[in-house]
């Protein structure tokens, strides 16, 4: 059965500061992987997804995330994290159907001033 | 705005009561998702309705049923409800399969207290 993991349920990082969130998966078929940014009380955001082709994938707000498929991991990263990005983060799989669409249990991220 | 409109967005109600919560999806998607999403069990997935039909269920209980209507919005229907319902819900609509990359767009969600 499909599954997403994300090891780490909390981070803490200073403004200004790199970032890396991790993401695990086992999927059967060809994954089609996400990363979606809920804030407080807010719906899922977004942030980017990955098909095929570059394993590098860029999204919105600055993130990228890199595919490893040797590893089965779609690593989602930031090389200077703002205040506003203090929100909860949550990796997901799917197929190209839309079948079978599963969300990791979320990291959520906290921001130092 | 992802096009996606959920309502109500909030919801309070006594035990044992029934409830209905709409999803719209966004203008030409054929697919709506339901998702519940609680402190203890994070984002579960519930059902999936395409272009009318029932196409996948998740953890969904059996008092729990849903519906995708001729004109695509969909309901999600929660009876005999119990404190543990207590959650947001969330549903997230896609253009379908075979057309395009899957891609699912979020409503703000419901949030429903049972009390």
């Known amino acids: 059965a499909q599954s997403v993991t994300q090891p780490d349920i909390h981070i803490t990082v200073s403004e200004g500061a790199s970032l890396e969130l991790r993401c695990n998966y086992s999927y059967g078929a060809t994954p089609y992987l996400f990363w979606y940014v809920q804030s407080p009380g807010q719906g899922l955001q977004l942030l980017l997804k990955y098909f095929s082709g570059d394993t590098l994938v860029q999204g919105i707000k600055g993130f990228e995330a890199e595919f490893k498929r040797s590893q089965s991991s779609f690593n989602l990263r930031k090389p200077s994290v703002h205040w506003s990005d203090a929100a909860e983060y949550f990796c997901?799989?799917?197929?190209?159907?839309?079948?079978?669409?599963?969300f990791g249990p979320g990291t959520r991220l906290s921001v130092l001033p | 705005d992802s096009g996606v409109t959920q309502t109500p967005k909030h919801l309070i109600t006594a035990t044992g009561q029934r409830v209905t919560l709409r999803c719209s999806p966004r203008?030409?998607?054929?697919?709506v998702y339901w998702y519940q999403q609680s402190l203890d069990q994070g984002l579960q997935f519930l059902i999936h309705y395409y272009n009318g039909e029932e196409r996948a269920k998740g953890n969904i209980l059996e008092r729990f049923s849903a519906q995708q209507f001729p004109d695509l919005h969909s309901e999600l229907n929660l009876s005999s409800l119990e404190l543990g319902d207590s959650a947001l819900y969330f549903c997230a609509s896609s253009v379908g399969p075979g057309q395009d990359p899957f891609e699912a767009f979020f409503g703000q969600g419901t949030r429903l207290t049972v009390v």
């Open positions: 203008s030409g998607d054929l697919s």
């Open positions: 997901a799989v799917g197929d190209y159907y839309g079948q079978n669409f599963v």
